[in-house]
């Protein structure tokens, strides 16, 4: 681990573990597997305590489906010790992109490139006391 590893663990949680984790994980946690995005997910070994170390930010939104059922005790089994596929239905796992540039700005927003269309007249703003 090199001085800027141990730094970011030191004073921040939002990167990967932070030192308090690092132990507790060292202590009690049991290795269960990692998801494609490279997330590590633990068990207490003597418990029914569950977490997980993200790769990169701590974003909650980037565990994939299986392993948030696993994560919030809905499945016993971790996706690593079945051959879990997701239904027909389910869509790959997305990133939540919401408040970064790449997230999703409707015409007519701010924050669009784009001009805002004009008023067509069809529409007549409400005054107080009319």
Known sequence: ????????????WWNGQTVGTRFFTWRKGEFVGEDEFGNKYYREREGKKRWVIY?????ASSIPPGWHGWM???VDVAPVDEDYRAK????????????TASAYRPSGSIL????????TGDY??????Q
């Not at 590893?5 to 921040?12: D, G, K, M, R």
């Open 1 to 12: 681990m090199g001085i800027k590893s141990a730094l970011l663990e030191i004073f921040t």
């Open 55 to 59: 790769k990169d930010l701590a974003e």
């Open 72 to 74: 919030h005790h809905r």
């Open 88 to 99: 027909s239905w389910q869509k790959p796992h997305q990133e939540n992109l919401t408040g």
């Open 112 to 119: 669009t490139p784009e001009e805002r269309p004009e008023v």
């Open 124 to 129: 007549k703003a409400w005054t107080p006391g």
